[in-house]
């Protein structure tokens, strides 16, 4: 009894797994082919409202040479970039390139650096492209860096009318921050503010905003809080954003100001200085002789004539005054021990040695502010601008490098901007008008970060944060740096593969591929009878999987890659080949078909094993090495072979297994290859 419950369950398996299998063939064809799948899916749900789920119909990605559209290779200039920096600056064109293709409207575009020695090139295949001259002049256009602050400019001017209902909402305005400053004294501040305020930021808060710095975004509110006593409340409503009716808290010490001069001294390699000469020892013993010369009286004439800075050499080197915070960390560590009057270096920054003057140390103050706004009209208001943002003139020309950095208290990721000695004054203009503003950044015309202005920015130097992973870092700083990098393409081949042609190769590659499939099953079938039979079953599941696969993946299917495919089906079969190869032995030495099925696929595993290996190394060599065409044949060749592994071994042999016990224990003519064999079973009994 036991034995037969072994049998049966045993039985059980084989039959789910002839099961699997056949979902397995629906599952790989209906993937493969959705529209034929959803043609009968829709008819049954149409009589009998079954209900049954459609598959996405997304065809295969073709390549090139069967879609037709552009080969277009490019020669990139990286002579004026350093060999460590010459890899990322190509990723960055391609990038760019990418994004370019893509605003085209090119499906699955394929884009790919070359490297040669220390030359590198882009390959980029257009499949579809009917417009050739177009993509070439998208694509070979310099990638464009900007920087931009919001627009406040009208479309157009505003009517007589327009402009008087303006006038007049702001005459109504003031009157209504007036009546709020006479009523201020009679009712509760915070009371007042949180029914009449205007500001959504503060009114919930009852009109408190907090402690303001010097350099924040309400400036005429922290000049007013400056000159007002604790407790205080505005005589007279101040204008910012409206009419401000203001009360003034507490006030606190805030950050240091300095006011300070330097004479800077580059050398090669120093960051942020045109044209330097000098090497860093040079440099420094420059510094040095400087630093001995100077004094109170001489210093800015020193700087006028030695300085290597050209914001601030024809001021004397004057730095103006300003936060600590805003400056390097050598640069500021100096003036931080330096005293007042006292002159310093030479100090080692990456622009250079300076030689610095701390002329003065003041402390600054915060100052607490509650107001109730009453919000006036402007001519945008109206009449909105055309455009949200407009050009500041600070663009990748100006921009030096970009990198990721970590916020070194929080760990935060961050991509570091450094502009250059022209960029530096421009970006300093630009973050002062701009405080508690966006500036937006701009690649290709279209908006990559829109960060905050927190404090005016005058070193050149500025952090964009935000919910950065360390892979969007590096991709946004990439991305910076291929517009400000000089890193020219120029066109260097051109092919044009038309539609025709590539659907001619398409049609002849499928026939291709049909007749192979049917020359195997009816050589497998005459040969091997039965078996080659199931092992035709086999192959129809092989290429439904190994079309599904590359489907799944994405994978662009190009004329190499079906004659990888046609190949493959040859090494489909080959499996097959072995296992009844050794199965007919096994047979005429006597041993009984289920006996002789088992060992024909356990010995030939070995050969079977080696022989798909090797071909997989040579396949991931290809992939590595080759070029694009040859990387295709490689991977469907990779898919292939995998796919035939399965199929021969585990496929094949559950249809065997089915079979079997369907036959005499011996078998009969349907297993053996030729008439000889029944006679020497026979004989050697």
Request: net charge neutral; aromatic share 8%; hydrophobic share 40%.
């Amino acid at each position: 009894m036991q034995v037969q419950k072994t049998k049966y369950n045993t039985r059980s398996k084989i039959r789910w797994g002839i099961a699997g299998v056949f979902v397995l063939l629906l599952a790989g064809a209906s993937y493969v082919a959705p529209k034929d799948f959803n043609f009968v899916v829709d008819k049954i749900n149409n009589k009998i409202h079954l209900g049954l789920p459609r598959i996405p119909e997304k065809s295969i990605n073709l390549g090139l040479d069967l879609q037709g559209g552009a080969h277009l290779v490019y020669a990139t200039d990286v002579s004026k970039i350093a060999l460590t920096e010459r890899g990322t600056a190509v990723e960055g064109v391609r990038d760019v390139i990418e994004r370019r293709v893509n605003g085209l409207g090119v499906s699955e575009p394929i884009i790919q650096t070359t490297k040669v020695g220390n030359d590198y090139s882009i390959t980029v295949d257009l499949p579809g492209v009917t417009d050739v001259n177009q993509a070439i002049k998208m694509i070979g256009e310099t990638p464009i860096l900007e920087f931009k602050e919001q627009n406040t400019t009208p479309e157009r001017q505003l009517t007589a009318d327009e402009k008087k209902q303006m006038d007049k909402f702001n005459v109504d305005a003031k009157k209504k921050a007036d009546d709020l400053l006479k009523k201020v004294n009679q009712q509760n501040f915070t009371d007042l503010a949180k029914q009449s305020s205007e500001d959504v930021k503060s009114k919930d808060n009852g009109g408190y905003v907090g402690y303001l710095p010097k350099y924040s975004a309400y400036p005429e509110l922290y000049n007013w809080a400056e000159q007002a006593k604790t407790g205080e409340i505005s005589k007279l409503v101040i204008s910012t954003e409206g009419y401000n009716v203001l009360k003034k808290g507490g006030e606190k010490a805030g950050a240091n100001e300095i006011s300070a001069s330097h004479i800077l001294i580059c050398y090669l390699g120093s960051k942020g200085c045109d044209n330097p000469k000098l090497t860093k020892a040079e440099a420094k013993k420059k510094a040095e002789d400087l630093y001995n010369q100077a004094n109170a009286t001489n210093f800015a004439e020193l700087a006028k004539q030695n300085s290597d800075d050209p914001g601030t050499k024809d001021k004397g080197g004057d730095l103006g005054t300003f936060d600590l915070r805003i400056m390097v960390k050598e640069f500021a560590d100096a003036l931080t021990k330096a005293k007042s009057g006292e002159i310093v270096g030479p100090v080692e920054t990456e622009f250079g040695f300076h030689v610095i003057y701390k002329r003065a140390e003041v402390p600054s103050k915060e100052y607490e502010v509650w107001r109730i706004l009453v919000k006036t009209k402007s001519e945008t208001d109206i009449i909105p601008p055309r455009e949200d943002w407009k050009d500041t003139g600070l663009s990748g020309k100006q921009l030096q490098r970009s990198e990721v950095v970590t916020d070194p208290q929080t760990g935060v990721v961050q991509v570091s901007l450094q502009f250059n000695s022209e960029g530096t004054k421009l970006f300093s203009d630009i973050t002062t008008r701009n405080v508690g503003k966006p500036v937006a950044i701009f690649l290709d015309g279209q908006p990559i970060s829109v960060p905050n202005v927190n404090e005016p920015i005058r070193d050149g130097r500025a952090v964009i944060s935000g919910s950065f992973n360390l892979k969007d870092a590096k991709l946004l700083a990439q991305r910076l740096n291929a517009g400000a990098l000089p890193v020219p393409v120029e066109l260097v081949s051109q092919q044009t593969v038309g539609a025709t042609l590539g659907m001619d190769s398409l049609n002849k590659s499928l026939y291709a591929g049909l007749i192979g499939i049917m020359v195997v099953a009816l050589f497998m079938i005459l040969y091997y009878r039965l078996p080659g039979l199931l092992a035709v079953i086999s192959l129809i599941l092989y290429s439904a999987l190994t079309l599904a696969v590359t489907k799944l993946i994405g994978a662009t299917l190009t004329l190499s890659g079906i004659a990888g495919f046609i190949m493959s089906i040859g090494m489909a079969v080959d499996a097959n080949v072995l296992i009844f190869e050794r199965m007919k032995e096994e047979l005429r030495s006597g041993k009984s078909l289920k006996a002789a099925a088992e060992e024909g696929f356990l010995r030939a595993w070995t050969s079977i094993r080696d022989s798909n290996i090797s071909t997989l190394i040579s396949c991931l060599i290809l992939i590595w090495f080759g070029s694009s065409f040859v990387k295709g044949f490689a991977l469907t060749l990779t898919i292939g072979v995998l796919v035939s592994m399965f199929t021969a071994i585990t496929v094949t042999r559950t249809f065997v297994r089915f079979i079997v016990p369907w036959f005499k224990e011996n078998g009969n003519w349907l297993f053996l290859g030729h008439r000889g064999n029944s006679e020497e079973v026979s004989s050697r009994d």
